[in-house]
């Protein structure tokens, strides 16, 4: 198994909604994600990790009919796509919250 570090871009933050609505991941880029892999997910511009899954399978083609469920499919080229699950976020701490955590006050 092979562990794989996806950006969610930062400027579409509402694919990773998608993304967990549907329990699945595309690409513009041909990976090779294998079913049982970990994937953490980045989201760039400033977000840090926002989620880890396990591949349900093998990345494959996106092909016409099943497509993807997002809504700039048309702007993007879509390659590649696989199921997860297990998905899991971190909670949202906040500096407060270590320090209360910590012991402190």
């Known amino acids: 198994m092979s562990g794989w570090i996806i ?4 400027t579409r ?4 909604e998608i993304a967990k609505e549907h329990s699945v991941w595309a690409t513009t880029r ?3 994600i294998a079913a049982g892999d970990d994937v953490f997910f980045w989201k760039t511009g400033g977000g840090g990790l926002i989620a880890h899954a396990i591949a349900a ?4 083609p996106v092909t ?3 497509g993807v469920p997002w809504p700039d499919h048309a702007d993007r080229h ?3 796509r696989f199921d997860l699950e297990r998905i899991s976020e971190p909670p949202d701490i906040t500096y407060p919250d270590v320090v209360r955590d910590a012991g402190g006050r």
């Open 64 to 66: 016409e009919p099943e």
């Open 78 to 80: 879509y390659v590649s």
């Open 30 to 32: 041909n990976h090779s």
């Open 57 to 60: 399978e093998n990345a494959r």
């Open 7 to 10: 950006n969610v871009e930062g």
């Open 13 to 16: 933050p509402h694919n990773w």
